[in-house]
């Protein structure tokens, strides 16, 4: 269970990195192995946790994270076994009431990814072969808006 969110420190870098490439060997398994654990760990402290906000949800220990900047999600990972408990949704609601409008890539071929993403209201605008991820996997883009708020009219009177 769930037991509190927050934004994540430096030194927690390590473990989100290591759910990163667990949750991520598990979904995308075509592309397990892309990075040594030591690349990972280099990765969300010299980059994740410099240019994103980096949330994470904790039941005793961190189980998922989020990592956002203006309009972006560049990471939204929860630890394979912990998935479908609410983690995700909790922590994608911290970068939508952080922005109006954000979008993120994922592959074609996730479609557990997919699925969470149009639940959630995105909605995929662009695809691509993937040559210009370094995967070199075909990708999809997706964007969310914020719905717009009830517009103030007056009633006719009678």
């Not at 509190?4 to 473990?15: C, G, N």
């Not at 290591?18 to 990972?40: C, M, N, P, Q």
């Not at 990471?75 to 954000?102: C, F, M």
Request: proline content about 3%; charged content about 30%.
């Amino acid at each position: 269970m769930l037991t509190s969110l927050r934004r994540l420190r430096e030194a927690e870098m390590d473990r989100a990195a290591v759910i990163h490439r667990k949750a991520f060997d598990e979904r995308v398994r075509w592309l397990a192995g892309l990075h040594t654990s030591a690349e990972d760990r280099a990765f969300f402290r010299g980059r994740v946790f410099v240019e994103c906000e980096a949330w994470g949800a904790f039941d005793g220990e961190l189980i998922g994270f989020i990592a956002f900047r203006e309009g972006w999600i560049d990471q939204l990972y929860v630890a394979p076994d912990r998935q479908r408990e609410g983690a995700g949704a909790t922590l994608l609601q911290i970068a939508k009431a952080a922005s109006s409008r954000l979008s993120l890539w994922t592959f074609q071929r996730d479609a557990g990814a997919r699925r969470f993403y149009e639940k959630h209201g995105f909605a995929a605008v662009e695809q691509t072969d993937g040559s210009r991820n370094e995967e070199r996997e075909p990708d999809v883009r997706y964007c969310w808006s914020a719905p717009c708020a009830p517009q103030f009219r007056p009633r006719a009177r009678a």
